[in-house]
């Protein structure tokens, strides 16, 4: 494949120097093993080549908004300055995910616009020549249109066959570094997963008999195929299990997609940590993963993984709660063997400048290509305004590696006097350390420290001075009610709320711990805790609602609001 070296090159060089300030990664684009062929090279088996994907990166919300073009959903346009970015910090693959329904007619012969899918085309040439594994589908027609073959069967199939008819003959020649996935998250309105089942296997035996047929490259491209929602319950791995074996075709892939436990995923029910019920969620999916298909032969793509509170903002989850989960995923994803292509529909490379927008957050994705990193029970350590501080103990979770000191920027803290570890890695910050960093009387971080291990990406421990927080009377509507707040340096984790009897009260309520930025939003900026319309939609009219925030630093606030009618007022304890 051709190189555009003199951008190429410059973009590399970027990347890299900023990376090396924070993380020494060896990245899989410049040594991996598994790196893309060489223009020539035979075909990959199926396997080698869902190895050599790895790792790879969503490229979302772009050609996949639905609207007139690719910047319909706030994305800017896609340039090869983009593309080499990307490929530039380490990614092998990249997923173009692609919704045909605004450029594809709706009757007679299901004809693609043409300028459509000359774009979707230069945009996969532009990624192949820059070295990338290139993934395209069927995506968010999933559930505009196919979803309706329950009762348009016929309309359905025909449009879903016309769509891969046009695709297939466009890329027949393209090398075989692009991968087709036949649909996104597939689904179907008002029937029984197993009606869902035979529906889809009815997709996939006409996907796979129109791109094998097409001819070319095509005969020999690797298909990927999803469960039904791309779930990975046993039920639905089971079922995608039997329809790529009757397939009889030794270049077929499975993906599934995982965005978590939900519960963790969302912040809602209390789970504001990377517990160990996280965890085991993890290692369940992966697991069922492994054992029906990746230890069968049949490789598997995770095509989608984050966690679903970023649909409202990533500050959902906790920053050191929100690593520890990348961490273990990337970790546990290599453990099995399964290729992961990361979730981003823009929240995370920064489209215009072409920068991390949380670039610890990248650190420990870009850390879990090569193995473990440290992490800790927590990345926050609070020390309170106007006293004398106490000592300050963090548990450590090494993941196999070995303590090799705690940093101050470029100093190292002593150990016996501004830290201790015990046998059992406690971190145990000395009251003068914590003195010395958090002093003054303002509140806020003070300081980041960095713990650093034998290997990996150190841990950051943000030293925080902070003051209970204090809330304010308040009035409003339905609508919103906006309490004043001075958080003094804290941080929310999540709020309950509950009727005078006890029972839960507002949205979800099953439980009294509230989703977060869905039932209550934090504005630290501004200065207020917003209770939305979501929330009072769901609160009994002439009714007291018991609040109660719960804060990172361990302090709790209760609150009162009372509805009567459109009408609100807050009161602080």
Known sequence: MRRKPIRFIAALVAVAAAAAAALTVRTAFAESETAPPEAGAAQLSAEQTVAAMQPGWNLGNSLDAVGDDETAW?????????????RAQGFNSIRLPVTWSAHQAESGDYAIDAAYMARVKEVVDLALEDGFYVLINIHHDSWQWVNQMPTQHDEVLARYNAAWTQIAATFADAPPE?????????????????????????????????????????AERLLVIPTLHTSSEQARLDATAASIAALDDPMIAATVHYYGYWPFSVNIAGYTTFNEEVRADIVAAFGRVEATFIDKGVPVILGEWGLLGFDKHTGVIEQGEKLKFFEYLGHYANEVGMTTMWWDNGQHFDRETHTWKDPDLFAHVAGAWEGRSGTAASDQVYVPVGEAPAAATVPLHLNGLEFAGVFNGGTALAEGTDYTLDAEQRLTLSAELLAGLAGGGDTGERAVLEVRFSSGVPWKLHIIASAAPTMQDASGTTTE????????????????????????????????????????????????????????????????????????????????????GTTVTGSAA
Do not use: C
């Open 74 to 86: 706030g994305n800017p346009r896609i340039t090869p300055e983009l593309l080499d970015s990307v």
């Open 178 to 218: 692009l991968v087709f996935e036949n649909i996104n998250e597939p689904q179907f309105a008002d029937v029984s997963e197993e009606e869902g089942e035979v529906l889809l296997n009815e997709l996939n035996e006409s996907f796979h008999a129109i791109v094998r047929g097409s001819g070319g490259v095509n």
């Open 481 to 564: 009610l906006a309490v004043p707040v001075a958080f003094n340096g804290d941080q929310l984790a999540t709020m309950e709320a509950v009727y005078p009897d006890g029972t839960a009260a507002g949205p979800q309520d099953w439980t009294a711990y509230k989703e977060f930025a869905v039932a209550f939003k934090p504005d630290y900026e501004a200065g207020t805790i917003v209770l939305p319309e979501a929330f009072f939609a769901a609160v009994d009219d002439n009714t007291t609602v018991h609040l109660t925030f719960h804060f990172w630093s361990g302090t709790t606030v209760e609150y009162t609001v009372e509805r009567s």
